[in-house]
Nanobody, 116 residues
Framework: QVQLVESGGGLVEPGGSLRLSCAAS????????MGWHRQAPGMERELVAE???????TYGDSVKGRFTISRDNSNHTVSLQMNSLKPEDTAVYYC??????????WGQGTQVTVSS
């Protein structure tokens, strides 16, 4: 089992920035993928960014050039720096972890609202 605790969501104006963080505990020695997905009302959950243990990073097309994912393996955390936020970035953001076995875990989600 892996437990995930997210922080950093909130309300921000268009063009602003937010930083999300996620701390993992439990069977953390088996973690491979750490990342973020998001889900807007009425929409499917979509990839925002994820990083593999070997260093490979993948971004969703809509956030490339604006968001940056970072991972600290010593502290078992993953962060998402979100810049130049747009109203369409409004969603619940979920931290996710994928183990080497293929099992996945999700955080409870943190709301990000981009509005003036």
């Amino acid at each position: 089992q892996v437990q995930l605790v997210e922080s950093g969501g909130g309300l921000v104006e268009p063009g602003g920035s937010l930083r999300l963080s996620c701390a993992a505990s439990g069977n953390i020695f088996m973690m491979n993928i750490m990342g973020w997905h998001r889900q807007a009302p009425g929409m499917e959950r979509e990839l925002v960014a994820e990083t593999a243990h070997g260093g490979r990073i993948t971004y969703g097309d809509s956030v490339k050039g604006r968001f940056t994912i970072s991972r600290d393996n010593s502290n078992h955390t993953v962060s998402l720096q979100m810049n130049s936020l747009k109203p369409e970035d409004t969603a619940v953001y979920y931290c996710n972890v994928g183990l080497l076995s293929g099992t996945g875990f999700w955080g409870q989600g943190t709301q990000v609202t981009v509005s003036s």
